[in-house]
């Protein structure tokens, strides 16, 4: 039996670069997220909403380790909020 659509599935697994992120953070501040840390570590939001690194990594096709890596570069920023 022979199929009429080929099989092509393909892993791609590429590590965000480091001059890429700042080009994630400003398309996700277009889109009206926000970044704070808390007592307890931190939290995107989104308008007045919370919103989770999972659906950041649905939202922006990124991995979870991508969004770790945002989070470590978003906490050498200077304009970021602390509450």
């Given at each position: 039996m022979?199929?009429?659509?080929?099989?092509?599935?393909?892993?791609?697994?590429?590590?965000?670069?480091?001059?890429?992120?700042?080009?994630?953070w400003?398309?996700?501040?277009?889109?009206?997220?926000?970044?704070?840390?808390?007592?307890?570590?931190?939290?995107?939001m989104?308008?007045?909403?919370?919103?989770?690194?999972?659906?950041?990594?649905?939202?922006?096709?990124?991995?979870?380790?991508?969004?770790?890596?945002?989070?470590?570069?978003?906490?050498?920023?200077?304009?970021?909020?602390?509450?």
């Open positions: 022979t199929d009429t659509f080929p099989r092509r599935r393909q892993l791609v697994n590429r590590q965000m670069r480091q001059e890429d992120l700042p080009k994630l400003k398309a996700m501040q277009e889109e009206g997220c926000w970044f704070r840390h808390t007592r307890t570590g931190h939290e995107f989104c308008g007045r909403y919370k919103i989770t690194a999972k659906s950041i990594c649905e939202a922006w096709t990124v991995s979870p380790s991508a969004v770790s890596r945002l989070v470590y570069w978003l906490s050498e920023q200077d304009e970021i909020l602390w509450e």
